[in-house]
């Protein structure tokens, strides 16, 4: 298996945008790729989205962006793992490279999303969960990891305001993000007396849906053409499931998942959660920011609110978390945000995170989860040399 390297990233701001198309919005990120890239060229697509035949009644992703981005010809697909589906488009993108398949790969990431009813975005969400016995009984997501947090509160002694950091470490960090959605500064006051959603979870611990795509270019290490930039080396992929009802697994406190993937992860990059310099996770919700510490190896069970109360996952941190805003502030586009978390550890590792640089960076990890913890895909990036 060939080693592959990240050469173009693009993005798009997250936003309410109800004057572009889905397709257009995808473009923009993948022009923007290209462009970073210097290629006028791709062998493939991979199109990571999780609704547009929910919501957009569009399907055939592949074609329909390929053929609006002067592709003609290309292998084109979608690729749909619920929440994961942008870093499962990203895998795609690396196998089909690295086994020589293709010598150039295009991964997108695209949702869009604020044009339809808030109940109706609520319904379609709810499909990634198990549709016979949660979905079926009028658990929303929302409610789904609400039970969660109620138990971990119960079970390790914790306060809610204990969640706090998450949010306003997410918040801080998109004042500087010029393509997050949300440019407020939040306090704990602001998080203790939010609107509450589903008890425990109030609006500051949930992600903002949005419309948004990003972009990444994908090519062998051999043919990485540096142009003043540093090549950027995908040393790991790896993707591992769960069930898919909650109530099936053995302790819905352990993202089993995101432990697998994590420990493979580690392993094939020859690195252990100590030598990660960043993580770009998962924060649907406050307590996955919890729960996916802890299963990485980064805090231990029942610990990780300890991390954000004492400033361990802030810029200045042992493992500072959500540097540009996670899906907490940056929004969270369904299928595009596991694209969106790797354009922006690119970005740290390029040096071109600006106010939210991580002095230093040289190794950033980053985990997309579909589902309530179902798909966990994780990728670890280094700048070529440093891994």
Not at 186 to 208: C, F, G, Q, V, W
Not at 256 to 283: C, I, M, N, T
Request: aromatic share 6%; hydrophobic share 45%; net charge negative.
């Amino acid at each position: 298996m060939r080693e592959v390297a990240i050469i173009g990233i693009g993005q798009t701001k997250v936003a309410e945008d109800w004057e572009h198309s889905l397709r257009q919005i995808a473009g923009e990120a993948i022009v923007a790729a290209m462009l970073d890239s210097d290629r006028d060229r791709a062998d493939g697509l991979f199109v990571g989205n999780m609704m547009s035949g929910l919501i957009g009644e569009q399907e055939n992703l592949g074609v329909l962006i390929a053929d609006w981005v002067g592709l003609p010809g290309v292998e084109a697909v979608k690729v749909e793992a619920a929440c994961g589906s942008g870093a499962a488009a990203v895998r795609s993108a690396i196998m089909a490279v690295s086994s020589g398949a293709l010598d150039c790969a295009l991964a997108v990431g695209v949702e869009k999303m604020t044009e339809t009813r808030g109940v109706d975005i609520t319904a379609a969400l709810a499909t990634a969960a198990d549709a016979d016995y949660e979905a079926a009984q009028g658990v929303s997501f929302v409610g789904l990891n609400a039970l969660v947090m109620q138990r971990y509160l119960y079970e390790y002694g914790w306060k809610h305001t204990d969640f706090a950091p998450f949010s306003i470490n997410a918040h801080a960090n998109a004042m500087h993000n010029p393509f997050a959605r949300l440019h407020e500064v939040i306090t704990e006051k602001d998080y203790h007396i939010a609107r509450m959603i589903a008890h425990p979870i109030n609006l500051l611990d949930a992600s903002p849906v949005g419309d948004g795509a990003a972009a990444l270019v994908i090519v062998p290490l051999e043919s990485a053409s540096r142009n003043g930039k540093p090549a950027i080396k995908i040393i790991a992929s790896a993707s591992t499931t769960d069930t898919l009802a909650i109530h099936d697994r053995k302790d819905p406190l352990w993202l089993s998942a995101a432990a697998a993937s994590a420990r493979k992860a580690y392993s094939q990059a020859g690195v252990g959660p100590q030598e990660v310099d960043f993580f770009e996770l998962h924060d649907a919700f406050s307590i996955m920011s919890a729960l996916s510490l802890e299963a990485s190896g980064f805090a231990e069970r029942g610990q990780a609110p300890r991390l954000g109360l004492e400033g361990e996952i802030t810029s200045q941190g042992r493992i500072p978390i959500c540097t540009r805003g996670g899906l907490k502030a940056r929004g969270h586009p369904v299928g595009a945000t596991g694209v969106y978390q790797l354009v922006e550890a690119v970005q740290q590792l390029r040096g071109e995170a600006g106010e939210n640089q991580i002095d230093g960076a040289k190794i950033g990890m980053a985990q997309n989860i579909g589902g309530s913890g179902a798909t966990v895909i994780t990728h670890i990036l280094a700048a070529a040399g440093q891994e």
